[in-house]
């Protein structure tokens, strides 16, 4: 199989491709990314060498250099590529719509030209907007997102949707949770909280602290999204979760528990405009109609995640300080 990753070089993205090379070794895996602020190469270091993998830098919204890419013969689509950080969508709305909607448009555009088996979409629980303090997302939970990050996700599942009907196409549409695991972008909230408690610096936690997050591994989602690309059903929407809701102070306090730090560390800033009280992912579909089971409980996988934060400094340090950014030109010789 000839699969196309966008966004290969983000946290998902890279997991995803290092954990289709180890699981399928004879597939041939090309990674596309533009690398944004949030792409590292750094993260794909161990398979660089691996001759079934390959990268190209493009950008999604490029339908010229997208069309050149799928004149290789592409088999299955996953599209990561995305901007993905909700507070820079309220700052930066713009980009947002360009990537997460029109990007994907380019890209159905060339899976349609080219026939490509399947398009899988990977998008998020946030499109369906915030829970209150019970029930879960489905999948026939109406799309109601409240940021311009999750709307612009919800605009690219829906063109997914309308490719799909209008065109045949043959896709398929994951909505995950919270991801959480090594080669996090150091902006998002575990990362985030770690290195700054390791440095002894405040941690900022929106408003009371009790939004509610449902967490998963990144590796149990990228086992989901192997799973979609092989058995999923023509058409079908598939929620991923694993049914561990925490409250973000919860998770502030376990990494503070584990680093030894002390709690005084937190401090509560003013909350995000429209910030999401709860969200909370109802898997029956995946786990009953696939046979999809998470392999880490949330106790395991987090206490893992940490010790991966404090075991590669470095990796984190580099991108803080801006360093990684010349490592695709040191390694490839153009920026
Ligand atoms: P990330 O920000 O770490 O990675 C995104 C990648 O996309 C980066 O490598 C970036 O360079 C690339 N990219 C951005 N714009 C591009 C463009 N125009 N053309 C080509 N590449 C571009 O994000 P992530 O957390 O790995 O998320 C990956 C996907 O999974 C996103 O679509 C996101 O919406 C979805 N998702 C994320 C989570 C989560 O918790 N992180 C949960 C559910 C779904």
Known sequence: MN???????????????????????????????????????????SVEQNPNYSFIKADIRDAKAIDEVFQQGIDVVVNFAAESHVDRSILEPDVFVKTNVFGTQVLLDAAKKYGVTKFVQVSTDEVYGSLGETGLF??????????????????????????????????????????????????????????????????????????????????DHCSAIDLVIHEGQDGEVYNIGGNNERTNVHIVKTILEQLGKPESLITYVQDRPGHDRRYGIDPTKITTELGWKPKHSFETGIKETIDWYLNNQEWWMRIQSGEYEQYYEKQYGIR
């Open 3 to 45: 699969l196309l990753v966008t966004g290969g070089a983000g946290f998902i993205g890279s997991n995803f491709v290092m954990y289709m090379l180890r699981e399928h070794p004879n597939y041939e895996i090309v990674n596309i990314d533009a690398l944004t602020y949030a792409g590292n190469l750094e993260n794909l270091k």
């Open 138 to 219: 489905s999948e026939t939970t109406p799309l109601a997102p409240n940021s311009p990050y999750s709307a612009s996700k919800a605009g690219g599942d829906l063109l997914v949707r309308a490719y799909h009907e209008t065109f045949g196409i043959t896709v398929n549409i994951t909505r995950c949770s919270n991801n959480y695991g090594p080669y996090q972008f150091p902006e998002k909230l575990i990362p985030l909280m770690i290195s700054r408690a390791l440095n002894d610096q405040p941690l900022p936690v929106y408003g009371d602290g009790l939004n509610i997050r449902d967490w998963l591994y990144v590796e």
